[in-house]
């Protein structure tokens, strides 16, 4: 396999440090950029990314139009905090309302495409410890300064952070290395020159997500690559390396249920490819024990594999955006 | 005189209104871990903000404390120092990523001094956002090498190098808003270390007790007669020492601090310590050294000087009650080489010295007002009598 793209698609963040020569391309484009933050309980690390973002990538360099959250159901003070300091705060329940309800990341990252104005949109998770602007305009960066590119995708070094006080220097990454990347190598050699395909912060132009459907859950950051790449080709990703990340560590459980997602919309896209045959129906339920007074529980987890189409297909979308059919 | 207050209190809300990158200097700078005698990522972090916020000079000193210049409008007036120290009590091993809250920022070394560090940096902005110019030159220092075993080397530096007399200087700490020092007491800080031998050999089960050693070595202080003028008193501030619960220490440490209002006094009481310590290394028959880790003259402004005043009026205007208390910091530098100096708080904070400190946001408009009125006052030239 040839690793053309690996070389000449990965950039670091460092490239495009000259903010104002961004904001320059970004009013010669004529383009309009938005941040979306979709949350669930993230009280500790919202402030930050929005006092950050607000201060270097608005008020000192006017990069970003907007900053949205989008939560799906916060029971602390996430939308409390999030309006406090400036954001436009949805309840993602409270967006197209007339349609079914449902909760998970991919579910509020859809539904942003309805409430953002941006032709550009920036997703970054909300639970980044030592959130940076560089989160925001390294991966704005390839989509301004590359006439190919049309979705930029993260890479970092991921320390996580243990106990209350520790940062372990090296760790992350599991599911990556245990499920995706085999799948990728097994199906899309190709592909597996991202070098995280999960990473949670990815940009993009709205062109690009309003033509793709989004699964409601974990498995958005797998069916996005396989629906862009299948789309566009390969050659309108790009990756950007943004050096360190702290997040939460999961447990191997709660990584067991990532997989279970991801497996199950891996298989739902190469099977729409025709790439395998399946005999019978995959099951939706990731069955995992609990030992519970020395008896061993079963603890369910119920996925649906349920998506929402590509957002261009509903009416309101359409109706908001001017779009003709 | 009194045109400058009068602006003050609505300075407040224009420095409110660019919360998010005061708050985030904060943060970036404050996230850097800083531990004394490694700050260089965080100071060169200190120059990158001074830089993005196009300050007309940024560099470091020959002891690399960075230094941002913004050039005042006379060319011929003395340049105003405003000084935070840049390191902090927490090693680099600590999470140093902050929580920010609607009204709290918590994280190691938030109070001490990261808060202030990062207001130093709004400063600039800060002054655009007031269309504010001075006279003199404003010399915004992050010093390095300040606290414990720092002994002050950075500020020392930087005022003994410094090529043209100083107007005046404002220090900054995190904590608490209201603090007004102006005078630094005379200070000598030691540590005590109580090291037995293991030369007898490991079946030796009744070896003295290094920590018991350490503890006859505090009696002994304790039994001291310390005058109550000039003031001067001992702080026995750590202990450190030992192994697990049932074995007996084979070395310990005592850190303590004299601190008085005379030097004769301070280097007085020294000599008395070190007599008792030198005693008891005699008497139990184990070996005590006793180390000078950092010491400062007792130097000080009278109440009536006209920067102590202006800085009482500056606080009176803003509703703020200005408590005295003496410092051992960066002030004491300016005053022992005979520039006026004050030491300010920023903010309200808890438990300063912990991981999970805090401070409070929004007084924090209020104690950069403070400081914004100072500088105006010194600029008006109640330095310069």
Not at chain 2, 29 to 46: D, N, Y
Not at chain 2, 158 to 177: H, M
Not at chain 2, 226 to 251: A, D, E, M, S, W
């Amino acid at each position: 396999m040839n690793n053309d793209w690996l070389m000449k698609n990965t950039f670091h963040y460092s490239e495009f440090m000259d903010i104002s020569r961004l904001v320059e391309v970004k009013k010669q484009k004529n383009l309009s950029i938005s941040l979306c933050l979709p949350t669930l309980n993230e009280e500790k690390t919202i402030a930050k990314e929005i006092i950050i973002m607000k201060s270097e990538l608005m008020t000192l360099y006017p990069l970003l139009d907007e900053i949205v959250v989008i939560d799906s159901g916060s029971t602390d003070k996430t939308l409390e905090v999030a309006k406090a300091f400036g954001a436009d705060v949805f309840e993602a329940d409270q967006i197209l309302p007339e349609l079914e309800k449902f909760r998970g990341k991919g579910e509020n990252l859809w539904k942003a495409l309805y409430v953002t104005k941006g032709d550009i949109i920036v997703y970054l998770d909300a639970d980044i410890k030592n959130i940076h602007h560089r989160f925001a305009y390294g991966l704005i960066g390839p989509l301004l300064m590359t006439e190919n590119i049309k979705y930029s995708k993260a890479f970092y070094d991921r320390p996580i952070a243990i106990g209350k006080n520790k940062v372990r220097p090296t760790g992350g990454g599991r599911v990556t290395e245990l499920v995706i990347r085999p799948l990728f190598s097994l199906f899309f050699p190709e592909l597996t020159q991202i070098i995280q395909p999960l990473s949670g912060e990815y940009a993009g132009f709205r062109e690009l997500f309003e033509k793709i459907p989004f699964p409601i859950g974990y498995g958005i950051e797998t069916s996005m690559i396989l629906d862009i790449c299948e789309k566009w080709g390969l050659d309108v990703i790009g990756q950007v390396d943004l050096e360190r990340r702290v997040h939460r560590n999961q447990d191997t459980k709660a990584l067991g249920k990532m997989s279970f997602v991801i497996l199950k919309t891996f298989l739902d896209r190469i099977k729409k490819l025709e790439f395998i045959d399946l005999k019978k129906e995959t099951f939706n339920e990731m069955i995992q024990y609990n030992l519970v007074k020395n008896e061993f529980k079963p603890d369910i987890f119920n996925v649906d594999g349920l998506e929402r189409p590509p957002i261009i297909e509903i009416p309101e979308y359409r109706e908001k955006f001017n779009i003709r059919p | 005189m009194d045109n400058y207050l009068d602006q003050l209190p609505a300075f407040i809300e224009t420095i409110a209104s660019i919360k998010e990158t005061i708050l985030t200097n904060i943060v970036l700078i404050g996230q850097v871990p800083s531990p004394t005698f490694k700050e260089k990522k965080r100071a060169q972090v200190f120059l990158d903000r001074l830089a993005e916020f196009q300050v007309d000079e940024c560099t470091t000193d020959g002891y690399r404390n960075p230094i941002g210049v913004i050039r005042g409008t006379s060319g011929a007036k003395a340049p105003i120092f405003v000084v935070a120290h840049l390191d902090t009590f927490f090693g680099k091993d600590i999470d140093h990523n902050f929580k920010v809250d609607k009204n709290l920022i918590t994280g190691p070394g938030i109070a001490d001094n990261s808060v202030s560090v990062g207001v130093l940096l709004s400063l600039p902005e800060i002054f655009r956002r007031l269309d504010l110019r001075f006279e003199s030159d404003i010399v915004i220092a992050g010093v390095i090498q300040s606290i414990g075993k720092g002994n002050l080397r950075g500020i020392r530096h930087l005022v003994k190098t410094w090529s043209t007399p100083i107007r005046g200087a404002v220090c900054i700490e995190g904590a608490e808003l209201g603090r007004l020092s102006y005078y630094s007491d005379g200070m000598i800080r030691c540590e005590v270390d109580c090291i037995i031998s293991t030369i007898d050999g490991w079946e030796k089960k009744f070896r003295p007790n290094a920590i018991l050693v350490l503890n006859e070595v505090i009696n002994r202080i304790m039994e001291l007669r310390l005058p109550q003028r000039p003031r001067c008193r001992v702080i026995i501030g750590k202990v450190t020492g030992g192994f697990k619960h049932g074995i007996i220490p084979y070395n310990a440490t005592l850190g303590f601090e004299i601190q008085g209002v005379s030097d004769k006094m301070v280097k007085s009481v020294y000599r008395d310590i070190k007599d008792l310590v030198e005693g008891v290394s005699h008497e139990f028959e184990v070996e005590l050294n006793l180390k000078t880790i950092s010491n400062l003259s007792a130097a000080r402004l009278k109440y009536n000087h006209p920067l102590v005043k202006s800085a009482v009026a500056v606080m009176e205007k803003l509703e703020l009650k200005p408590i005295s208390s003496p410092s051992e910091s960066e002030l004491s530098i300016f005053l022992a080489n005979k520039i006026p100096a004050i030491t300010l708080g920023i903010t309200h904070g808890e438990d300063y010295h912990q991981p999970d400190t805090h401070i409070e946001i929004e007084p924090i408009f209020k104690g950069i007002a403070q400081i914004i009125g100072v500088l105006m006052a010194i600029d008006r030239g109640v330095c310069d009598e």
